[in-house]
């Protein structure tokens, strides 16, 4: 069989078949198809009663006033809003969102629940929780939520507000089913409270609400569980009034999750947790060339970045396709890495600025390179497949 069509067949089928994996929104986690009944049997919590959701209703119609729909639009010269998420105010013209919502904007402004724009300033943000403080320049007497003073319990009926699929200031309510779960995708922050009602995008950055009327979270990202969104499970970073995440927001604290610069094509995405024990048949399946040892394979080192700079090499193939490079990750800091998805996770441990150490396989010798994280917004073209 000729070598190039080998190369392109191996790519084309490549990318077919991880893409069966499924394509979803970028604030969304699809459950996988082997553990979504029993995370789904786990949280199965009875329904609202008739009492719950009237009470539920009722808090909607008071609060509603106290909640934003953020767009990318200059607020003195709006034509075009695009980019709709959802914010929430907590008090003295500050207000509380994601992350994601407010990441890279210049040009926000935030939509009083009367359909006046007001601009915006950011306060302070923590990637890592996915959650960030903002001032509006909303009137001295415009409504807020109070946020908590202790963490909610499971079974709870929640209340959020937001902007999803392009309402506005829509209600969906829902029972908490779950606290401090862990996030199976490094770029999603652990430690969440999960709850049941249907949030959809644009529904980021809004309030998570209890019976009593107070914020208990902020809402995040969501898990599809067939990859189609006819099972939703969603998640809230967890607020209260005198948490350690408040009072760093308050103090200005802008934390960005560090990166390396290397980069894996989101049409890889399965192959990012690929077990250890299947890392040699699927080298072999698709003509890799990587050998039988795990490690992490990437697909690009950004320019500029830390990795470019320490000499990494990522996957490649000349036209023949013959291998030309590829590296291999095989530990951080001496602990041992399988796949991208453990790279990701082990890298988000660390903290911009700080030095890691890289064991390194290439072409069968083991290398060990040292690299000072930056923040990956300094790195052009890292995203949820980069780390």
Not at 45 to 55: F, I, R, T, W
Request: one cysteine or more.
């Amino acid at each position: 069989m000729n070598s190039k069509w080998t190369a392109a067949c191996r790519g084309a089928v490549l990318t077919a078949t991880l893409q069966m994996a499924g394509t979803v929104d970028a604030r969304t986690n699809p459950i996988d198809a082997g553990t979504s009944s029993v995370l789904l049997a786990q949280a199965a919590p009875e329904p609202l009663n008739v009492q719950e959701k009237n009470a539920l209703a009722a808090l909607f119609k008071k609060l509603r006033p106290a909640t934003l729909r953020i767009e990318d639009c200059p607020p003195d010269d709006c034509t075009n809003p695009e980019g709709i998420a959802t914010a929430f105010l907590i008090g003295d013209g500050y207000a509380l969102t994601a992350f994601h919502v407010i990441e890279g904007q210049k040009n926000l402004s935030a939509v009083t629940l009367d359909k006046r724009r007001y601009p915006l300033q950011i306060i302070g943000f923590d990637d890592h929780s996915d959650v960030a403080l903002i001032r509006v320049g909303v009137p001295v007497n415009t409504p807020f939520i109070p946020l908590a003073a202790a963490a909610p319990r499971v079974g709870e009926p929640v209340l959020t507000i937001g902007n999803g699929n392009g309402a506005f200031l829509g209600s969906k309510m829902g029972r908490l089913t779950g606290l401090d779960r862990g996030a199976e995708r490094a770029e999603f922050p652990a430690g969440t409270l999960e709850f049941n009602a249907r949030v959809l995008p644009g529904d980021s950055g809004g309030p998570l609400i209890n019976a009593r009327g107070e914020v208990v979270g902020v809402v995040s990202y969501i898990r599809l569980a067939d990859g189609r969104g006819s099972r939703i499970t969603a998640y809230a970073v967890p607020v209260t009034q005198t948490g350690a995440r408040m009072a760093g927001l308050r103090g200005g604290l802008r934390q960005v999750a560090p990166t390396t610069g290397l980069h894996l094509d989101s049409h890889l995405d399965y192959a990012a947790a690929l077990p250890p024990e299947e890392f040699g048949e699927f080298s072999d399946e698709y003509e890799l060339d990587l050998g039988t040892t795990p490690g992490a394979f990437f697909t690009r080192v950004a320019p500029g970045s830390p990795a470019e700079r320490a000499g990494l090499q990522p996957l490649d193939f000349d036209r023949h396709g013959k291998r030309i490079s590829g590296d291999l990750v095989i530990a951080v800091n001496g602990q041992r890495i399988n796949n991208f998805l453990e790279l990701q996770f082990a890298v988000r441990r660390y903290q911009a600025g700080e030095a890691i150490t890289l064991s390194v396989l290439r072409n069968g010798r083991t290398l060990v390179v040292t690299l000072v994280l930056v923040p990956r917004t300094d790195v052009r073209g890292t995203g949820s497949t980069s780390n």
